[in-house]
């Protein structure tokens, strides 16, 4: 897949299919920027802007922002917990509650 392909199916993603499906599937966050987080931090397995200079859509690896759109689409098919990638992103940030 060339960039600009990755970089529309990750823009499309978050942007549009994600927060549309959001109120359906009870998800914590609504968003482009939250499901940009989620899912760019539990590629990186830290929080995404200490390993990638912003625009991450951008300057992202493509196997990172391949890694993020794979996991959006698994959030989509259901075979991934949005609510759980958050917890791991909130976790990384240091945002989690007790």
């Not at 609504?30 to 760019?40: G, K, P, T, V, Y």
């Not at 992103?89 to 240091?94: A, D, Q, T, V, Y």
Request: contains cysteine; aromatic residues 8%; hydrophobic residues 40%.
């Amino acid at each position: 897949m060339d960039r600009t392909t990755l970089q529309n199916d990750w823009f499309d993603l978050t942007r549009e299919r994600m927060p549309q499906a959001a109120q359906a599937r009870g998800w914590p966050v609504r968003f482009d920027h939250c499901f940009q987080r989620i899912l760019l931090d539990n590629a990186v397995g830290a929080k995404w802007n200490e390993q990638i200079p912003a625009p991450a859509y951008r300057n992202a690896p493509d196997e990172i922002l391949q890694r993020a759109v794979a996991l959006g689409r698994a959030a989509m098919e259901g075979t991934e917990d949005l609510a759980e990638l958050n917890r791991n992103s909130l976790g990384f940030r240091g945002k989690l509650k007790p």
